[in-house]
């Protein structure tokens, strides 16, 4: 396990779990979103997209924050570093019918699921002193 070599604030704490708060709504977001695709049952995919693109837009406002946090751990530097190049794999949106759309949302939320666990991991030892 990694470990928290320094001592952090209060606020960098309170930060840092906002922050994984907030990774987890925005998985939950994913899911929701993919299976509005598969079922009639999931019906608000327009504000939940809307969602998710204000979470995404909070969680890159929040870095310069957590660089500066983070900044005696250069792997949690690093993962932060990371959220963008997931983002750019995947630009543009492609347009089209549904389906592609689809799609997208599936190979989105592998990408940014694969990029969570990272920047948990490093997180964990923050979030358990």
């Known amino acids: 396990m990694i ?3 320094n001592a952090i604030t209060q606020s960098d704490y309170e930060l840092f779990l906002s922050y994984n708060e907030l990774l987890n709504t925005i998985e939950e977001c994913f899911y929701y979103l993919i299976k509005s695709y598969e079922s009639m049952e999931y019906t608000n995919r327009e ?3 809307d ?3 204000d979470a995404f837009i909070q969680v890159d406002a929040v ?3 957590m660089m ?3 900044r005696s751990n250069s ?3 690093k993962s932060i570093l ?3 190049d997931m983002l750019e794999e995947l630009r543009p949106a492609p347009e089209g019918g549904s389906h592609l759309f689809h799609a997208y949302l599936k190979r989105l939320s592998q990408l940014y699921t694969a990029w969570k666990r990272d920047i948990q991991t490093c997180l964990l030892p923050y979030l358990l002193h």
């Open 3 to 5: 470990s928290a070599s």
């Open 47 to 49: 504000q939940i997209m």
């Open 51 to 53: 969602d998710l693109m």
């Open 63 to 65: 870095h310069s924050s």
């Open 68 to 70: 500066h946090a983070a």
């Open 75 to 77: 792997q949690l530097q």
């Open 82 to 84: 990371l959220f963008d």
